[in-house]
T-cell receptor, first 113, second 112 residues
Framework: QQQVKQSPQSLIVQKGGISIINCAYENTAFDYFPWYQQFPGKGPALLIAIRPDVSEKKEGRFTISFNKSAKQFSLHIMDSQPGDSATYFC????????????FGQGTTLQVKP | NAGVTQTPKFQVLKTGQSMTLQCAQDMNHNSMYWYRQDPGMGLRLIYYSASEGTTDKGEVPNGYNVSRLNKREFSLRLESAAPSQTSVYFCASHWDITYEQYFGPGTRLTVT
């Protein structure tokens, strides 16, 4: 049972453009929604995270938008750069339950110069 | 601080062979996790340990065993490797304060 669905599977964006990756979840008990960034040959690393009590969180060029009623959240990368080319994973967890993360399937982003 | 370390980085096994993947963290985290990453499947949880001395099954535990040797170390064992276990394996530890998981560099395992 896939509790977190991520789309698209791959994305190509021109330098300076906006990259948008979407995720949908099923379990309304989730209360922590992080995005992880993974470069080839490396382990994932936390990029940005949000709790469901806010609708948006911004850190530099990266923004999470959160829609609790629709059970969806998305990552927006503004002014995308070639160095942003990586695989991005959304995830969700119930923080009172050992912090286990349920990951989406991943999106491979390529930013063309 | 080294963070989360994993050994080996690469391994090739024949079907039926056994091996243990090692993981250690130096951040004094309570929780540790083993994931496998396959194309198009994201990261799937194999086993986790919420604290020293406890382990629990994740989403895909079949064919694996784990040991939480102490607070620092969490190993993953394949008793009889199968080609379906060809994957990249990541260990992670979890900081209770921020809920962030820190991942190791991964072990790329091929079973022929």
């Amino acid at each position: 049972q896939q509790q977190v669905k991520q789309s698209p599977q791959s994305l190509i964006v021109q330098k300076g453009g906006i990259s948008i990756i979407n995720c949908a979840y099923e379990n309304t008990a989730f209360d922590y929604f992080p995005w992880y960034q993974q470069f080839p040959g490396k382990g994932p690393a936390l990029l940005i995270a949000i709790r469901p009590d806010v609708s948006e969180k911004k850190e530099g060029r990266f923004t999470i938008s959160f829609n609790k009623s629709a059970k969806q959240f998305s990552l927006h990368i503004m002014d995308s750069q070639p160095g942003d080319s990586a695989t991005y994973f959304c995830a969700a967890s119930i923080t009172s339950n050992t912090g286990k993360l349920i990951f989406g399937q991943g999106t491979t982003l390529q930013v063309k110069p | 601080n080294a963070g989360v370390t994993q050994t080996p980085k690469f391994q090739v096994l024949k079907t039926g062979q056994s091996m243990t993947l090692q993981c250690a963290q130096d951040m004094n985290h309570n929780s540790m996790y083993w994931y496998r990453q396959d194309p198009g499947m994201g990261l799937r949880l194999i086993y986790y340990s919420a604290s020293e001395g406890t382990t629990d099954k994740g989403e895909v535990p079949n064919g694996y065993n784990v040991s939480r040797l102490n607070k620092r170390e969490f190993s993953l064992r394949l008793e009889s490797a199968a080609p379906s276990q060809t994957s990249v394996y990541f260990c992670a530890s979890h900081w209770d304060i921020t809920y962030e998981q820190y991942f190791g560099p991964g072990t790329r395992l091929t079973v022929t």
